[in-house]
């Protein structure tokens, strides 16, 4: 029995794939993040002790403090995850994915911002931390050059 053999079209149709899918890793970054915010705030609702529940609400001294954290750390999980994974799902040209995925997102941040200003803190968690990945992808690109052409 003979082992399976790449051809051409393989890596071509498995390229294609990848690109495909750029967009949609972007999607799964925002809803991964806003994931994180819930479960925080769950969490926060599940451990609150009986005697500070007032009608199913938790009203602990910690708990408004907990839950502002919560939508920064979702915030700042949704920047980083929406640069990463389009980056990494794209078979090439990653430093440009990342930064028109940076681009867009905090172009879609601002927008929701305008609708929602409240959400200030996690707007701004979001375009800190995809910032951040944005300069991490770009340094390890460099990096990579680098060291092939030596």
């Avoid at 403090?65 to 939508?71: F, K, P, R």
């Avoid at 794209?90 to 409240?118: D, E, N, T």
Wanted: with cysteine; hydrophobic share 55%; proline share 5%.
């Amino acid at each position: 029995m003979s082992a399976p053999t790449s051809s051409p079209f393989n890596v071509r149709a498995f390229s294609v794939v990848r690109w495909v899918l750029v967009v949609p890793s972007a999607l799964v970054g925002w809803y991964a993040g806003l994931i994180v915010a819930l479960l925080i705030y769950k969490a926060n609702e599940a451990l609150c002790p009986a005697r500070y529940l007032v009608s199913g609400v938790c009203t602990a001294p910690w708990s408004s403090v907990i839950e502002e954290l919560a939508v920064i750390i979702g915030g700042a999980v949704v920047g980083a995850l929406v640069v990463l994974l389009p980056s990494l799902m794209a078979p090439y040209h990653r430093k440009k994915i990342a930064l028109i995925a940076y681009s867009l997102g905090f172009a879609c941040s601002i927008y929701v911002l305008m609708l929602v200003p409240s959400i200030w803190r996690a707007v701004l968690a979001a375009a800190l931390a995809g910032g951040w990945m944005l300069w991490r992808i770009s340094l390890s690109q460099i990096l990579s050059s680098e060291s092939k052409s030596a």
